[in-house]
C-alpha cells in the first residue's frame, strides 16, 4: 500500500508543479507582451522626438541662411 501511496503523491506533487509552471509561463509570456508593447511605446515617440529635432534644426538653419 505504501508504494501506491507514494506513487499517487508523486503523481500529486507533478501535477501540482505543472500547474504552477503553466503559471509561471502565462505571466513571462505576459510580461513579455508588456515590455514589447512598452518598447514599441519608446520606439515611436523617439522617432517623433528625433524628427521634431531634426525639423527645428532645420527652421533654425533656415533662418541663419535667409538671415546672414
Do not use: P, W
Not at 508504494?3 to 505543472?18: A, E
Not at 500547474?19 to 502565462?26: A, I, M, P, Q
Not at 508593447?37 to 533662418?63: D, G, P, W, Y
Amino acid at each position: 500500500m505504501n508504494n501506491k501511496g507514494d506513487v499517487l503523491n508523486i503523481f500529486d506533487c507533478s501535477l501540482h508543479f505543472g500547474r504552477e509552471l503553466d503559471e509561471f509561463g502565462r505571466r513571462l509570456k505576459f510580461l513579455i507582451q508588456i515590455r514589447t508593447i512598452f518598447e514599441h511605446i519608446v520606439a515611436n515617440f523617439l522617432k517623433r522626438s528625433k524628427s521634431i529635432l531634426v525639423s527645428k534644426t532645420q527652421f533654425v538653419n533656415n533662418i541663419f541662411i535667409n538671415y546672414s
